[in-house]
């Protein structure tokens, strides 16, 4: 294996990608089932198989596109189908499924923490980066660094990311309907705020000036954590 081949590249952030937004979005369907919603389970979105997940822009070309041009990576899956009305408490079930996903991508960094600090010492950790060994190792640091700008990058406040939801979940009830009615813009304002804002205003990248400082304050934690298991 050949670490600066592109596909090793893109294999080495794709894979772990996959599998972050893949547990994410299960997480959602599996908190809204116990909160009284079964619709992802009636439709069999409740499956760790990423073929019934997979967007083909936002969790294939477009991670593909960056990890090759070595971008921070991020993608997005098809969102798991969730029914507030057949929720037990629509508005509070909707922030408790908002929050199962990010709750789900920091359990997965603090897991991968600490198999980093107990493999650290061993071959694996060592390994070389040509060797099987050492692709499963970078998949492994990338997890980590995913899951943990995953759960940040989605608790932005705004729709259509989680963090939208548990701001609709806690305004006023009529300012949550308006704060919802944002969500059919939710494509256009992600390109916008992510791509063409940067492009015109580079001072202005929420990449680097928002979701980066806690994302990295965080991975500085989750390190440290796993140094205790070394």
Request: proline share 10%; hydrophobic share 60%.
């Amino acid at each position: 294996m050949n670490p600066n081949n592109i596909f090793y590249a893109a294999a080495i952030w794709i894979i772990p990608l996959v599998i972050a937004i893949v547990f994410h979005e299960v997480a959602h369907g599996l908190m809204a089932r116990a909160l009284g919603d079964p619709t992802a389970h009636e439709q069999r979105r409740l499956s760790f198989n990423p073929l019934r997940h997979v967007d083909p822009i936002g969790t294939v070309v477009l991670p593909l596109i960056l990890a090759i041009a070595k971008a921070p990576v991020f993608g997005w899956a098809k969102p798991v189908p969730v029914d507030a009305t057949r929720l037990r408490n629509p508005r509070w079930g909707m922030v408790a499924v908002a929050l199962a996903g990010p709750g789900m991508n920091l359990l997965l960094a603090a897991v991968t923490a600490i198999v980093i600090g107990i493999a650290s010492g061993s071959a694996l950790g060592n390994a070389a980066p040509q060797s099987v060994a050492g692709f499963v190792w970078a998949n492994l640091i990338n997890f980590l660094l995913i899951n943990i700008f995953l759960a940040v990058f989605n608790l932005l406040p705004i729709p259509p990311f989680d963090g939208g939801h548990v701001v609709e979940g806690v305004l006023p009830r009529p300012l949550a309907y308006q704060w919802a009615r944002l969500a059919r813009f939710g494509f256009p304002l992600l390109i916008l705020l992510l791509v063409v804002l940067p492009m015109i205003f580079p001072g202005a990248s929420i990449m680097q000036y928002i979701v980066g400082p806690p994302a990295d304050a965080l991975i500085r934690a989750y390190l440290r954590f796993a140094n205790l298991f070394a």
